[in-house]
């Protein structure tokens, strides 16, 4: 259980130093994909305990907030509900079909765009924020999910 | 099925309530000491991990900006004498006429060491931290321009506040009549400027610049370029629109402005 958490803990550390560094890379026109959030959410779904996830959840928001976080506390806010409430839903389902596994992403990454962006894009008009930035951050980070599924699909 | 005991529940569910608090008491006090202190020990902790490992580049890219060096020192080197003796003159003038002096800088060569990870670039790391003299609310800026403020400074790495970000709201005066209005953010490309009357002109194309009585910026440094005018508002002020001097989407290097001490 132990090694599980520490191969997990050097993956996030590999990702956030990645997202941080490399991000310009990806990035379409200014947007890019909240990767951080897809590893959470896969490790969620995998973990049927809310406690530990959420424990995940809000480290990796902390640290990476109090890295290169325009706000610190949205990501770990955001992260913290997002990776509860999968765990949540993983633990009360015996079987999760792909379509709800498509929904439970399509839900956590909307949500999480929605709460990150309004609180650290407050300088611009909600409309333009949505269209411009929410929108297709969300749309982003969902494909790069799909990806990431069809590379590695969980269980 | 096994069912999970209610005792279970309400644990977690206590901690997801202590995890928002947590969360919601840092975004409500953003600006505190307790946020500083947890950014700087963070962005020590990455100047642990981050190693430049592919920054290799090209000899002849490394030619070409040695050529431009040269170019810009021969230059600088030819207009020295002019530039030095309206110092002289203008140190002069300021005397006779009891102005206030100004601050002097050091400047403090960085490169970029990472960028937030989010759609909205607001925020840079840079590797020049406390070890180099950096400290918060130095301002930042590059050849083109003035690019943000340090927010943190941990040992060897800065975090820097964009000005095409949240905290971008600035004092700016226009080139020819000396206008001070107000720069608010749109993207990380454009702003507009607020607050300067419609009787005042300001033309396309025209200079705008950091106004003289900020307290973080120092004057003069320049914004962007006026790109559009419009007085058609409904209000006694102008709509102008600026572009940033730099895009702040092609930062490689920065300078640091250090204050050192009145001249």
């Known amino acids: ?155 | 099925m096994k069912t999970t005991p209610r005792y279970v529940i309400y644990r977690e569910w206590i901690f997801l309530s202590a995890a928002v608090l947590f969360s919601v008491f840092l975004i409500m006090f953003n600006d505190s000491s307790f946020n500083d202190t947890l950014s700087s020990y963070g962005l020590d902790a990455y100047s642990l991990i981050n190693y430049d490992y592919f920054s290799f580049r090209e000899k002849s890219a490394m030619q070409k900006e040695l050529a431009d060096l040269k170019t810009k020192i021969m230059y600088f080197e030819n207009n020295s004498e002019a530039v030095e003796s309206a110092i002289e003159e203008n140190y002069r003038l300021r005397s006779m006429l009891s102005i206030q002096e100004r601050d002097s800088f050091e400047f403090v060569y960085a490169r970029i060491a990472g960028i937030s990870p989010g759609s909205t670039r607001t925020i840079l790391l840079i590797n020049a931290g406390r070890e180099k003299g950096v400290g918060p609310g130095d301002a930042v800026i590059t050849e083109a321009g003035v690019i943000g403020f340090i927010e943190t400074a941990g040992e060897s790495t800065s975090r820097v506040s964009l000005i095409s970000g949240r905290t971008g709201k600035i004092a700016v005066r226009t080139e020819i009549n000396r206008a001070y209005g107000i720069l608010a953010p749109l993207n990380s490309e454009t702003a507009a400027i607020e607050e300067i009357a419609k009787g005042v002109n300001v033309n396309i194309g025209e200079n705008i610049f950091t106004a003289d009585f900020s307290e973080v910026y120092p004057p003069d440094l320049l914004v962007g370029t006026v790109i559009s005018v419009s007085d058609s508002s409904a209000t006694i002020n102008k709509k102008i629109l600026l572009s940033f001097a730099q895009n702040m989407d092609t930062i490689e290097d920065v300078f640091v402005m250090r204050r050192t001490k009145k001249e």
């Open chain 1, 1 to 155: 259980m132990i090694k599980q958490h520490i191969k997990f803990a050097i993956l996030l550390s590999l990702i956030i130093w990645v997202s941080i560094r490399y991000s310009s890379l990806y990035s379409v026109l200014g947007v890019k994909p909240d990767i951080l959030l897809i590893l959470l959410i896969r490790r969620s779904l995998h973990d049927p305990r809310p406690q530990i996830s959420l424990a995940w959840g809000f480290s990796a928001g902390l640290i990476i907030d109090s890295i290169a976080g325009d706000v610190i506390g949205i990501s770990s806010l955001t992260y913290s509900i997002v990776c509860f409430f999968v765990s949540f839903y993983k633990r009360a389902s015996v079987y999760t079909p792909s379509y709800k596994r498509t929904l439970l992403y399509i839900y956590s990454i909307s949500f999480s765009a929605l709460l990150i962006y309004t609180v650290t894009a407050s300088s611009i008009p909600f409309i333009k924020n949505l269209i411009f930035i929410i929108i297709p951050s969300a749309v982003y980070t969902m494909a790069a999910a799909v990806i990431f599924q069809t590379l590695k699909p969980t269980r």
